[in-house]
């Protein structure tokens, strides 16, 4: 589905591109903070993905406002996609396989082991959070149909090959789990509080994450959204926020090559050029938790060079 940029008027564009906006620090906000959890993990006890839609790295890093962020973080200049179209990247993320998906919707859930598995065995805690997630399991491709803008209904906007964990029958069909997957308005709510889970897998709607709209409206979403973040409890226990996009696009879409970026308090900032792909965000993450590999494709991949993290 593709949006006319004619809903999207250049002066409408301009005012959402907010370069001036100082994103180089991420100094806790001025709050009295709870005290902190013991560490669970080796460089990070928190760790939340966000994932945008169909933009290749040198794309991503034209834009004024990607470049903003990129200046505050650690940034992989080497990291790519694994497949296309966007499902079997989404699922290499959380399972470490693509499963041989060749399109974006599945005939039945996947009965594979997936991180949330390897979590709960060591007693960690996990969300999905999903942007107009219409609730209760909702197991619809997408909630509705209907026309991408602003202003559109939540039944336009939601689609479930985003949300990646509810591709897998453990979760379907555990109302537990199931119940773990919420509207992406508690987000800010329990960041706010200080009890963002251990994972959390941020989805944002199809308008917010450039799928049917543009790299311009995708990037002034994500400023927004890491400025809200930044300015949290959540934010600063020992907390990294990851941003990577799912597939290349465009000049990039044959090499699949995306960017990834490290935000918060417990990365070095800098440009890092090893070659890394999204089984190596897995196994990142199973790493730093004390987790064992999920499949073959995170068990061979390499995690992210140790320098990235901050003493």
Not at 132 to 154: H, I, K, M, S, W
């Amino acid at each position: 589905m593709t949006v006319s940029y004619a809903l999207f008027p250049i002066r409408m564009i301009a005012a959402l591109v907010l370069t001036s906006i100082e994103l180089s620090s991420f100094a806790p906000p001025a709050l009295s903070q709870p005290p902190s959890d013991p560490q669970s993990g080796k460089y990070f006890d928190h760790v939340v993905i966000v994932v945008l839609e169909n933009q290749g790295s040198r794309e991503a890093l034209a834009n004024a406002n990607i470049a903003s962020l990129v200046k505050g973080g650690a940034w992989f200049s080497n990291y790519h996609g694994l497949a296309h179209p966007s499902l079997p990247n989404y699922l290499a993320m959380v399972a470490g396989s693509t499963f041989g998906v060749e399109r974006d919707h599945l005939s039945a859930p996947l009965k594979s082991a997936v991180i949330v598995d390897r979590l709960e065995a060591k007693g960690l805690t996990w969300k999905a959070y999903a942007e107009d997630y219409p609730g209760r399991c909702f197991l619809g491709n997408f909630a509705g149909e209907g026309r991408v803008t602003p202003q559109a209904t939540a039944t336009a906007i939601y689609a479930k090959k985003h949300v990646p964990l509810l591709a897998f029958a453990s979760v379907q069909n555990n109302p537990a789990r199931c119940s773990r997957v919420v509207n992406a308005r508690e987000f800010m709510r329990d960041a706010r509080s200080g009890h963002l889970p251990n994972y959390s897998f941020y989805s944002p709607n199809v308008f917010n994450d450039g799928h049917d709209t543009s790299l311009e409206v995708s990037s002034a979403w994500l400023i927004r959204f890491v400025q809200s973040f930044r300015g949290t409890l959540g934010m600063h226990q020992r907390t990294l926020l990851v941003v990577t996009w799912d597939e290349g696009g465009d000049e990039d879409s044959h090499h699949n090559q995306v960017l990834m970026i490290f935000l918060g308090d417990v990365v070095t900032p800098g440009r890092y050029d090893e070659r890394l792909t999204h089984y190596s965000l897995l196994r990142t993450i199973e790493d730093n938790f004390g987790l064992e590999p999920l499949a073959k494709g995170d068990r061979a991949a390499p995690a992210v060079p140790v320098r990235v993290w901050r003493d």
